[in-house]
């Protein structure tokens, strides 16, 4: 593995070793007083955020420093972007650096792809193979959260194969969604968008899932419910009539949450909007499974800076 | 050395000698469970004080048996657990990123204890140097031993094993191959000539 881009690029058996390496550092991990392995020292992991972020941006700089690697936090306000400097500029300046990795979040989709081909072709002039892996690009996706999310549910649930999945609500702005719908139909689940007409983009009727607007009418049948946050900021239009109604038809209310069966797990990318798309007493209830989501989002991370950076060169 | 079992294709050319029977394997457990028996003055009512840790996944097998082994001789089993050397080797650049196997610390760690490290082959040490560190971060025990099925030669590092089922002067160009029931469906040792050797 190279770079990290899509889940696309991932088979189910190369998706599971990401997964099992993910485990196994959680193992590793397990109990310690130190936290710090030392697989990864003298790597150099550069974190590139064009937008806001906690989690992602957090969760990568630990998984490099518990593995040793030296992390580098670069954000767009601060840096020479905001002096106008281009996307392959910056990113040339910093491979130069000798940033081993290049982790990237972008507001624009496909910006991971293009540092990636720029990596590639640059890789002789800078002396240093840099491996991109995007936290975010645009519409599109979000590799690791959705790997992230599979390692919860195979927690939670024991398997993903064979399992139902609803991920429910603005699906038209949503990375998250996307790289889930891909990732979790590679591994043999059977996902359920459930979403207003106007939140579902284009073309997700080639996309490997169900479609559906009624929400009360899938959760009895559901292993599990992805709630996700209505992006508001990239909502330049008018895609529901009001918060208070989207609310009532696609909220997760604790009404709702007792029509979800017994085992049933309750996921959200965060950042949550709570009493919007998820009722607080819903997001903090037992079969909520947030924080681990977040806690597993490190170890996730840590196989995939694994993967990429502590073998030789393929 | 993970890699010194079980590659059976490539050195086909050869026959394999064989080292140890499946008797002689479970009898050399047994003796080297007496000699942990002795030399740690292994006692029931203080059973908790030795742990023996296997380097998966031939080594993590071995702990076991020999942990099995102890308790049939004295009537309580010492605790096992496995620890995965990977993250410290040495020659992670070597190769492509390797699979990672378990690791599982028994309950209530590894601090002040006696760890018995268990692997199925010794050659050059490299192995137990990482899994060493990997002990190192998980705890401080009050010593550490080593125990190997097959000490094979070629050190590469000042490591000596306390208690060896049997030595076997090998050369670099030759194999150790090292089944066991619960991986390979039966015991056995064997010396495998490398192919075109």
């Known amino acids: 593995m190279r770079h990290l881009l899509s889940v696309t690029d991932l088979d189910a058996a190369a998706a599971t070793g990401l997964l099992d390496t993910a485990d196994r550092l959680k193992q590793a991990l397990l109990g310690r007083e130190v936290r710090k392995l030392p697989t990864l020292r003298g790597r150099t992991v550069i974190t590139m955020f064009y937008e806001n972020s906690t989690r992602t941006r957090v969760s990568f700089e630990i998984a490099g ?70 936290a975010g690009d645009g519409t599109h996706e979000h590799p690791t959260q959705a790997l992230l999310d599979a390692a919860t549910l195979r927690d939670r649930l024991g398997s993903v194969a064979g399992r139902r999945i609803g991920i429910v609500g603005d699906v038209l702005h949503s990375r998250v969604a996307r790289s889930n719908v891909f ?35 899938e959760l009895p049948a559901l ?39 017994e085992h049933a797990v309750v996921l959200h990318p965060g950042p949550m909007v709570r009493g919007m798309e998820i009722a607080p007493s819903v997001a903090d209830s037992a079969r909520s499974a947030i924080l681990a989501q977040v806690a597993n989002g490190v170890h996730v991370r840590m196989a995939v800076l694994y993967h990429l950076l502590a073998g030789a060169p393929e | 050395m993970a890699t010194e079992r079980r590659g059976d294709s490539a050195g086909a050319a050869a026959p394999d000698r064989e080292l140890l029977t499946a008797a002689d394997v479970t009898r050399t457990i047994a003796r080297i469970a007496h000699q942990i028996i002795e030399k740690t003055a292994f006692e029931p009512d203080r059973a908790d004080d030795v742990v023996l840790i296997g380097i998966p996944t031939g080594g993590a097998v071995l702990a076991r048996r020999l942990a099995a082994a102890i308790a049939e001789f004295t009537g309580t089993a010492p605790a096992v657990g496995a620890v995965d050397p990977t993250l410290y080797r040495d020659d992670l650049r070597r190769k492509p990123a390797r699979a990672l196997e378990d690791t599982a610390v028994p309950e209530g760690g590894l601090d002040d204890r ?81 192919a075109g050797a």
Not at chain 2, 137 to 147: E, F, I, K, S, T
Not at chain 2, 149 to 173: A, C, F, M, Q, W
């Open chain 1, 65 to 134: 420093k518990w593995m040793s690697a030296d992390t580098v936090n670069v954000s767009a306000s601060g840096s020479s972007v905001a002096k106008g400097e281009s996307l392959r500029d910056t990113a040339l300046t910093l491979s130069a650096m000798g940033a081993d990795c290049v982790i990237v979040r972008h507001p624009a989709s496909g910006a991971a792809h293009r540092l990636a081909a720029w990596a590639d072709r640059d890789a002789g002039t800078t002396g240093t193979r840099t491996s991109i892996v995007n």
């Open chain 1, 183 to 217: 990732l979790l139909a590679t591994l043999g689940a059977e996902v359920v968008l459930v979403a207003p007409p106007t939140l579902l983009p284009v073309g997700v009727a080639e996309w490997p899932c169900r479609v559906s607007h009624e929400l009360d009418a």
């Open chain 1, 223 to 261: 292993d599990a419910v992805m709630m996700l946050r209505v992006q508001a900021e990239r909502m330049h239009g008018a895609f529901f009539p009001s918060s208070r109604e989207y609310a009532v038809r696609f909220g997760l209310s604790d009404e709702r949450a007792a029509l979800l069966p």
């Open chain 2, 114 to 194: 006696l760890v018995v490290l268990v692997d199925d082959v010794l050659y050059s040490g490299r192995t137990v140097r990482a899994a060493l560190d990997a002990l190192n971060d998980h705890g401080r025990p009050r010593a550490v031993q080593l125990a190997v099925l097959v000490d094979r030669g070629h050190r590469e590092l000042p490591i000596r094993p306390d208690y060896v089922g049997k030595n076997v002067p090998t050369s670099r160009d030759e194999q150790i191959v090292v089944l066991l029931a619960e991986l390979d469906g039966r015991d056995g040792v064997a010396l495998r000539r490398a």
